[in-house]
């Protein structure tokens, strides 16, 4: 018991309240507490009759106790975490700011699809992200095959379709991850060649940093969006 608390206080603070705030959901859901139908997401009842809370709590419910839930456990828990003590080491904000983006994206994408939860499109971006940030991460596939990192979501979005589940969401991840990336990778190097004035799209305000405790005024002005070392571990890890 006490090895398991360590290890869930190893992980770090926002994959832990990430990870906390999904369990909980889930527990209050199997023992009748609240309702799923209380918790989904739809655009009329959010915008039109301000039940603003399914902003959030569609990002939260992965369903009931089962192999699915742990499946979406265990990726949400491994990748939101590889991505918070990797890319965002000492970068809170920055990280609170990427997961900012892809509840963002993906909500005003889901309106136009006939989608309730939106937890697995979130898990899907960091998969993706943390995928194209580790190209070198040799990984396995049920011992079968062994393919490098950023086919991952697409081994996983296979394995869904044969398993012949909707991958509706799946794909609006891989999209919405492909936006970040892009925006926080791609384009500062474009923008830094062609000497273009605002080189960083992505850059989390003073009032971001100071929730997260990474506000150091003596800091300002140095370009925060220094990358931070990946952790070794990372890259001697096989799936």
Known sequence: ?????????????????????????????????????????????????????????????????????????????????????????????????????GVVAIVAVAPFFSVHFLGSSLTFMMTYIWGRRNPSVRMSFLGVFTFSAPYLPWVMLTFSVLLGNPVTMDVIGILVGHSYYFLEYIYPTIAEIRGWKIQRLLVPPKLLHWACGTYYPELEGQNDNEEQPILDEQHEHNE
Request: positive net charge; charged residues 15%.
């Open 1 to 101: 018991m006490i090895v398991c608390f360590c290890r869930y206080m190893d992980i770090p603070v926002i994959s832990r309240l990430y990870l906390t705030s999904a369990f909980l959901t889930t527990a209050a859901c199997a023992v009748d507490l609240i309702s799923p139908y209380r918790l989904y997401f739809n655009a009329n009842l959010i915008f039109q009759q301000g039940q603003l809370w399914r902003l959030v709590t569609s990002f939260l419910y992965f369903g009931m106790f089962s192999i699915d839930f742990l499946f979406h456990m265990y990726f949400l828990v491994r990748y939101c975490r590889l991505l918070e003590e990797g890319d965002f080491r000492g970068r809170t904000a920055n990280f609170v700011l990427l997961l900012l983006f």
